[in-house]
């Protein structure tokens, strides 16, 4: 084949590599980790390997080429074992449907590949290298596809070898080079924009989301509340005798308290909860989807949790008490805010009864 040929199948790679940059960005936006992710990186580069195949360079019936060992080496690194899988196997299924020749190579290349791939990915980095180096090791596992030659007769496996190898070679790791380069580069960038988003939405002493998300959610539930009747409860708690904690052992002590109180409320209270930092030594739990029956049942539970905690200061055991004020929408109204002073309100005369106890928002 001529050289514009070549230059014809670098530039669809580069076509590919646009698809898969943009795609995977939106993918690792909405899905953050765990197999999900992995199954979404398969099926997205899966995808991408099947549209390089429909529009393949063919060099004789039945044997061509495209861009999917560039896809498959890498697809391992981003979509881990579940990820490689998906993509090996719907690539797979689609080059036998293709047909020809050069199927059965075509699927033992994929394998092979996609094999490669994963053995490379569970290297130790300094094994491998970073960087281009890394890449170009990558790029140089896609010539584990020579395989498919084995599945061809003698003197088209032969023409092949003298005529292709070295071409199609230099595109797949022109290709890897190119496409990891950005995918990192992607990866990064999202990265840094999720670590100033949690800047921006977290109380950097307790961990637990700031008064800006409180309020967000707040809204969201009050909406829920208002047209589709969902209730939800809100939990409100102060730390007891807090001034003389910090008096007495210091502030830096009274920073250490707070954040002891909040890693047990975290443990306490359900993953569709929301506890933030509300201000000082306050903290608010929003209950989605929780009437007052059930609010007050998490609101003991965080109450007896954090009273049988125990806090270290030295050699001296510190144990440490909340009072709590709880509201609910189901009365008299959904609005958010007018809940949240609800809480207010019975938190204080939680206070006011002696402390270390949980009081219900007054019906109005």
């Given at each position: 084949?001529?050289?514009?040929?070549?230059?014809?199948?670098?530039?669809?790679?580069?076509?590919?590599?646009?698809?898969?940059?943009?795609?995977?960005?939106?993918?690792?936006?909405?899905?953050?980790?765990?197999?999900?992710?992995?199954?979404?990186?398969?099926?997205?580069?899966?995808?991408?390997?099947?549209?390089?195949?429909?529009?393949?360079?063919?060099?004789?019936?039945?044997?061509?080429?495209?861009?999917?060992?560039?896809?498959?080496?890498?697809?391992?690194?981003?979509?881990?074992?579940?990820?490689?899988?998906?993509?090996?196997?719907?690539?797979?299924?689609?080059?036998?449907?293709?047909?020809?020749?050069?199927?059965?190579?075509?699927?033992?290349?994929?394998?092979?590949?996609?094999?490669?791939?994963?053995?490379?990915?569970?290297?130790?980095?300094?094994?491998?290298?970073?960087?281009?180096?890394?890449?170009?090791?990558?790029?140089?596992?896609?010539?584990?596809?020579?395989?498919?030659?084995?599945?061809?007769?003698?003197?088209?496996?032969r023409e092949l070898?003298?005529?292709?190898?070295?071409?199609?070679?230099?595109?797949?790791?022109?290709?890897?080079?190119?496409?990891?380069?950005?995918?990192?580069?992607?990866?990064?960038?999202?990265?840094?924009?999720?670590?100033?988003?949690?800047?921006?939405?977290?109380?950097?002493?307790?961990?637990?989301?700031?008064?800006?998300?409180?309020?967000?959610?707040?809204?969201?539930?009050?909406?829920?509340?208002?047209?589709?009747?969902?209730?939800?409860?809100?939990?409100?708690?102060?730390?007891?005798?807090?001034?003389?904690?910090?008096?007495?052992?210091?502030?830096?002590?009274?920073?250490?308290?707070?954040?002891?109180?909040?890693?047990?409320?975290?443990?306490?209270?359900?993953?569709?909860?929301?506890?933030?930092?509300?201000?000082?030594?306050?903290?608010?739990?929003?209950?989605?989807?929780?009437?007052?029956?059930?609010?007050?049942?998490?609101?003991?539970?965080?109450?007896?949790?954090?009273?049988?905690?125990?806090?270290?200061?030295?050699?001296?055991?510190?144990?440490?008490?909340?009072?709590?004020?709880?509201?609910?929408?189901?009365?008299?109204?959904?609005?958010?805010?007018?809940?949240?002073?609800?809480?207010?309100k019975a938190l204080y005369?939680?206070?006011?009864?002696?402390?270390?106890?949980?009081?219900?928002?007054?019906?109005?």
């Amino acid at each position: 084949m001529q050289i514009d040929t070549y230059v014809v199948s670098l530039i669809r790679v580069l076509g590919q590599v646009a698809i898969i940059v943009y795609a995977y960005s939106w993918v690792i936006r909405i899905v953050e980790r765990g197999a999900l992710k992995s199954v979404a990186v398969g099926l997205l580069f899966g995808l991408v390997g099947i549209l390089s195949m429909g529009d393949p360079i063919r060099w004789m019936p039945g044997v061509i080429q495209d861009g999917r060992s560039i896809l498959l080496v890498l697809t391992p690194v981003y979509g881990g074992f579940l990820g490689t899988v998906v993509a090996a196997a719907m690539m797979s299924l689609f080059r036998f449907m293709v047909g020809g020749m050069g199927a059965a190579g075509g699927i033992a290349g994929i394998v092979v590949v996609a094999f490669a791939g994963y053995v490379l990915s569970l290297l130790p980095r300094q094994w491998v290298g970073t960087g281009w180096r890394r890449s170009s090791l990558f790029g140089l596992a896609t010539c584990t596809s020579i395989i498919v030659l084995v599945f061809l007769p003698w003197v088209v496996a032969r023409e092949l070898f003298l005529t292709a190898t070295l071409p199609v070679t230099v595109v797949n790791i022109l290709g890897v080079l190119l496409l990891s380069d950005l995918l990192e580069r992607e990866q990064y960038r999202i990265g840094i924009q999720r670590a100033l988003e949690n800047e921006a939405s977290l109380d950097p002493l307790t961990k637990l989301p700031n008064r800006r998300v409180l309020q967000r959610e707040g809204d969201r539930c009050s909406k829920d509340a208002g047209a589709r009747r969902i209730p939800f409860s809100i939990i409100m708690l102060d730390i007891d005798h807090f001034k003389k904690i910090n008096d007495s052992y210091g502030h830096s002590f009274g920073d250490t308290v707070l954040a002891r109180l909040a890693d047990v409320i975290r443990q306490t209270v359900r993953k569709t909860d929301i506890a933030a930092r509300y201000g000082g030594e306050e903290i608010v739990v929003l209950l989605p989807n929780t009437d007052t029956r059930a609010a007050v049942v998490v609101a003991e539970k965080i109450r007896k949790d954090i009273e049988a905690a125990i806090v270290m200061f030295g050699q001296e055991t510190i144990r440490v008490t909340v009072s709590i004020g709880i509201a609910c929408s189901l009365e008299p109204t959904t609005d958010f805010k007018y809940v949240l002073e609800a809480a207010d309100k019975a938190l204080y005369r939680a206070k006011a009864g002696g402390r270390n106890r949980a009081e219900l928002a007054e019906a109005a």
